[in-house]
């Protein structure tokens, strides 16, 4: 719990934020009732930072409009059987279209648009965050927003060998260079992995686990090729295949290799 100071410090720290991100927000928008929301939020998850700034803008929604159906439904609904339904008070039939402003608050941003709301966090507590930090967690579309994929893969980036650099090292000593080194090798492996994971991250500390394939159906040859190396298929009356004279051979057809009477060698 906060006491009363803390509490003063912190919604204060938080008028300085909301301060910075509405420098970035048109003046009509604003107008118009956009507002921000700062909250500082603790993540308790693995490699989280103990403290972040949950920014949240909230656009306005739209005036919702009223268009009435031309009278042509009438004509249309006179070929159904029943002429009671068919004109039964259709022809003053309301329909609501879907709300939106006629201009966009924020160019080429679709939630200002239709009256959304757009989210984005600093990691850093509330007390840590300056405008930059707010520049940098805002899209270019924002006055003076600074992110971008590339500028978050540079992110990454950096914070990902600041901390190899912080556990093993970040002297020029044999030892540091070396066990950075180690640690690059093994964090290049991995992220091929979690590529071909689709992604997906394995449990925390743990390695990723290979799934067992061996009951899965397949070619059963290729299997055997891939445990055993590279090997020499004969028949077994010791033809290979360039001299086999068997014409109805499904393995000379390009069949499947378990019909053959064939047997691999070593």
């Known amino acids: 719990m906060f006491s009363a100071n803390e509490n003063i410090l912190l919604r204060q720290f938080k008028r300085r934020v909301v301060e910075y991100v509405e420098s970035t927000i048109p003046e ?111 899209p270019p579309l924002f006055k003076g927003g600074r992110r971008t994929p590339l500028s978050l893969c540079l992110r990454a980036r950096d914070m990902m060998v600041a901390q190899i650099g912080q556990l093993v090292g970040d002297d020029n000593s044999r030892d540091s260079v070396e066990g950075r080194k180690l640690v690059a090798e093994y964090l290049k492996g991995y992220l091929e992995e979690y590529i071909a994971g689709g992604c997906i991250p394995p449990k925390w500390g743990e390695e990723y686990v290979e799934e067992d394939n061996s009951n899965n159906d397949g070619d059963e040859d290729e299997k055997i090729a891939a445990s055993l190396g590279e090997i020499k298929v004969v028949c077994r009356s010791g033809n ?27």
Do not use: H, W
């Open 28 to 138: 009509n928008a604003l107008e118009l009732g956009t507002s921000v929301m700062v909250m500082q939020v603790s993540c308790r998850q693995p490699g989280c930072v103990p403290l972040e700034t949950a920014i949240t803008i909230v656009f306005p929604k739209p005036p919702r409009t009223k268009k009435a159906k031309k009278k042509e439904i009438i004509r249309k609904l006179r070929d159904i059987t029943d002429q009671q339904q068919a004109v039964n008070g259709e022809e003053n039939v309301i329909e609501d279209e879907p709300p939106s402003f006629p201009q966009p608050l924020i160019p080429n941003l679709e939630e200002p648009r239709i009256g959304g709301s757009y989210k984005t966090r600093i990691l850093k507590p509330l007390a840590d965050v300056t405008l930059d930090d707010v520049l940098d967690a805002l």
């Open 240 to 266: 290979d295949e360039s001299s086999c004279n068997n014409d109805e051979c499904p393995f000379k057809q390009g069949g499947d290799r378990l019909l053959c009477e064939m047997t691999p060698i070593i």
